[in-house]
């Protein structure tokens, strides 16, 4: 379940996005596009800025899949992106183009994610909740 004061929804990068209450921990944050500059540029600022979670999924295509990345100290390896990827996720960061995020932002959404979504797919979509 995503933290309190959030509900589930797609919220394109820019908007403004108003949390209620402590957000406290993640249990999960999924970074969809994991090995692109800006799927990087997402893992650098979790570091810099301290944004805790249990766990973290870092998703990417087949192609680069299996792919070690460090975050927080850990090493990571990257999981091929599939519909089940988000099992468990409390927030998905998407940079992967807006192909990949039409398809599969509204599969997180219905899983309980909340996505941050760094592609045009949504930019004028009123999505949210």
């Known amino acids: ?3 309190t004061g959030c509900g589930a929804s797609i919220f394109p ?9 402590s957000i406290g921990m993640f249990n999960c944050i999924a970074i969809v596009g994991a090995t692109g500059a800006v799927g990087q540029e997402f893992i ?7 944004l805790n ?5 870092l998703l990417s295509s087949a192609r680069s899949a299996g792919k070690t990345i460090q975050l927080n100290g850990d090493a990571l390896t990257v999981e091929e992106l599939t519909p089940e990827s988000f099992g468990g996720v409390d927030l998905a960061l998407f940079s992967a183009g807006g192909t990949v995020s039409k398809a599969f932002a509204p ?6 994610c909340v996505v941050v ?8 979509a009123n999505l949210t909740k």
């Open 1 to 3: 379940m995503p933290p």
């Open 13 to 21: 990068c820019g908007s403004l996005v108003l949390f209620t209450g």
């Open 44 to 50: 650098s600022l979790i570091e810099e800025r301290g």
């Open 53 to 57: 979670a249990k766990a973290y999924k």
């Open 107 to 112: 599969i997180a959404v219905k899983s309980g």
């Open 117 to 124: 979504d760094n592609s045009s797919a949504f930019r004028m």
